[in-house]
C-alpha cells in the first residue's frame, strides 16, 4: 500500500460517485449507496440528461403517478448529476442505465464532469453471483488507471467482452484524463427479487476508505440484519434451498486469506461478465447488475 504522506488520488479535489439502475445494479445495491450519499450530503440537481435522446421507452417505460394536488403526473427515466451547492466537494451521478446512444451519453457526461472540476470518479456497481447470503458480502475493487492501481496495488482487470454503460462512462474518463475507480458488490443471485441492504452497507463500508466521504447508516445496519433473517427463515421451509447455502457457505468459507480472497473476488466478478456474453440485460426481470 502506498504510504500515508503519498498524494491520495481522491482526495483534495471534487470526486464524482456514479450508479445505475438495471443491469449494474443487483438488488439495487450501487443505486442505494449512492443515493444515501446524496441524500444525507444535501447535493442539489445540477444537470439531467434530455431523456428523449437516450432512452427507448419501449425498455424503460414511463411511471405514472398522482401528486399531491391531484393531478396525474408522468415520472420519465432520467440520469441526474447532483452537486454542493457551494460547489467542490462530493458529486454523485444517479439515474436509470440509457438503452441508446452511449458515446453520445458519455460524451455529455464527461463534459459536464469537467465542467464541475471533478478530479476523480469513483462507480459503483452490482453483480448477482454465486454467494452466500450470511457471510460479508464480498467487494471486487479495481481501475483502468494505472496511478490509481499502484496507489492501492489494484490489479488491472483481464475481462474481455460485453459491458456495461459504467465500463464506457470509465474509459471515457480516462481518455479525457479523470482517474477512476470501480467498486463492486456480489448479491446472492437467489435473493435477487429483493433489494439488498446488507450489500449497499457493504458498498458505503468500502466507499469510505478510498473517497474522503462519511455516510450515516442510518437504519441500513438492521435492515441488512432483517434481510439476513428474511432469507434464513426461508430456506428453513425448503431443503434445497438450504442445502445449496450450506454449499456455497463452504465454497466461500475456503477462501480464508486477503490475498485468496481478492483473487476469489476478481475471478468472480469475471465470471460474471462472460456469463453476460451475448445478452444485453432485457431478459432479465429481476434487474441485475
Do not use: C
Not at 442539489?44 to 428523449?52: A, F, K, Q, S
Not at 445496519?221 to 426461508?234: C, N, P, Q, T
Amino acid at each position: 500500500m502506498a504510504e500515508s504522506g503519498d498524494l491520495h488520488p481522491f482526495h483534495g479535489g471534487s470526486v464524482l460517485i456514479v450508479a445505475f439502475e438495471g443491469w449494474n445494479d443487483a438488488g439495487e445495491a450501487a443505486s442505494g449507496a449512492v443515493r444515501a450519499v446524496r441524500d444525507q450530503l444535501g447535493l442539489i440537481p445540477r444537470l439531467e440528461v434530455e431523456p428523449e435522446d437516450y432512452f427507448d421507452y419501449q425498455f424503460n417505460r414511463p411511471n405514472v403517478s398522482t401528486n399531491e394536488d391531484g393531478d396525474r403526473v408522468l415520472e420519465w427515466p432520467s440520469v441526474t448529476l447532483s452537486a454542493p451547492v457551494e460547489g467542490g466537494g462530493i458529486h454523485v451521478l444517479l439515474g436509470t442505465e440509457p438503452s441508446r446512444g452511449w458515446k453520445t451519453f458519455s460524451g455529455e457526461i464527461i463534459d459536464a464532469a469537467e465542467a464541475a472540476g471533478v478530479t476523480g470518479i469513483v462507480f459503483l456497481g452490482a453483480m448477482l453471483a454465486d454467494v452466500p447470503h450470511t457471510r460479508p458480502i464480498s467487494i471486487f475493487v479495481g481501475s483502468d488507471n494505472s496511478a490509481v492501481q499502484q496507489f492501492w496495488e489494484l490489479e488491472a482487470s483481464s475481462y474481455e467482452g460485453p459491458v456495461g454503460i459504467l465500463s464506457v462512462l470509465g474509459l471515457a474518463a480516462e481518455k479525457a484524463g479523470i482517474p477512476t475507480l470501480a467498486i463492486w458488490a456480489s448479491v446472492p443471485h437467489y435473493v435477487h427479487n429483493s433489494p439488498s441492504p446488507k450489500a449497499t452497507l457493504a458498498l458505503l463500508d468500502r466507499l469510505e476508505e478510498y473517497v474522503d466521504v462519511v455516510v450515516d447508516r442510518g437504519s441500513l445496519v438492521s435492515d441488512a440484519s432483517a434481510w439476513e433473517d428474511g432469507i434464513d427463515a426461508l430456506a428453513e421451509d425448503d431443503e434445497d434451498m438450504a442445502a445449496y447455502i450450506k454449499q456455497l457457505e463452504q465454497a466461500r468459507d475456503t477462501v480464508d486469506s486477503p490475498e485468496a480472497s481478492g483473487d476469489a473476488i476478481a475471478e468472480e466478478f469475471e465470471r460474471y461478465l462472460r456469463r453476460r456474453n451475448g445478452r444485453d440485460g432485457r431478459d432479465d426481470k429481476a434487474g441485475g447488475a
